[in-house]
């Protein structure tokens, strides 16, 4: 732009129509220097130098070089072709199907063997526990026998404790005595207690050979 000087000499404002004033402009200039000089001329500031504002440079649109590339679209991931797929299922190991109870498994058939006696050994300490094992054989068959590391006269007393709390009858076993199913048989102090004979023939037999173990009845 113009200084003022070649303003004031060969330009000169227009005459306003309607009353001789200079026409101005209803929309403000953003450029700050225009501003100045035209609250300037206005002021009468003929013959002044106006200090000349730097514009500022428009901002340039983005070209298209130094435009961000657009994002190519991402291939999708390339399938496994049907023999790889193949392959590799027959390389990894089937899971392993339960067989269900219906699905034909057969159970074998227990095992059962034949017990013929029961025998129970317990040492000082061992009356409590004998309890309860025995009570929960109340109900077998088989003759139950039992060596309590007790001295004499105890074992009468402990035989009738037996068989008031377990209901299980219990005997202090005799010499000769027949051994009879479901019944209990406990040796008594000082004595060793065995069996003699097959099948119904059975029967006890007590000695007092040496201790064993130091006990006599001895659990051996």
């Known amino acids: 732009p113009a ?3 070649a303003a004031t000499q060969g ?22 220097g225009r501003l100045i000089r035209d609250a300037a001329i206005a002021a009468g500031g003929q013959g002044k130098t106006v200090p000349k504002m730097p514009e500022r ?12 590339p657009a994002k190519r679209p991402t291939a999708p991931a390339p399938q496994k072709s049907a023999r790889a797929q193949q392959a590799r299922s027959a390389s990894a190991p089937a899971p ?15 095992k059962r063997i034949n017990v013929e006696a029961i025998a129970i050994g317990s040492s000082t300490g061992g ?3 004998l309890f309860e094992v025995l009570r929960g054989l109340n109900g077998v068959r088989q003759p139950i026998f039992i060596t309590q590391h007790m001295p004499a006269t105890f074992t009468t007393i402990l035989a009738e404790h037996i068989t008031r709390l377990t209901g299980l009858k219990c005997q202090e076993a005799q010499n000769n005595m027949p051994i009879v199913g479901g019944q209990v048989y406990l040796a008594p102090g000082d004595y060793h207690m065995t069996v003699e004979g097959r099948g119904a023939s059975r029967h006890l037999k007590l000695n007092q050979n040496p201790p064993e173990n130091f006990c006599r009845p001895s659990v051996d």
């Open 3 to 5: 200084s003022s000087e």
């Open 11 to 32: 330009a000169k404002p227009a005459a306003n129509p309607a009353g001789g004033a200079a026409a101005r402009s209803t929309t403000p200039s953003r450029d700050p």
């Open 57 to 68: 440079p428009a901002t340039a649109a983005p070209s298209a070089r130094t435009a961000p």
């Open 96 to 110: 392993a199907k339960r067989q269900s109870a219906r699905g034909g498994v057969t159970l074998l058939p227990e």
């Open 127 to 129: 009356p409590q526990a």
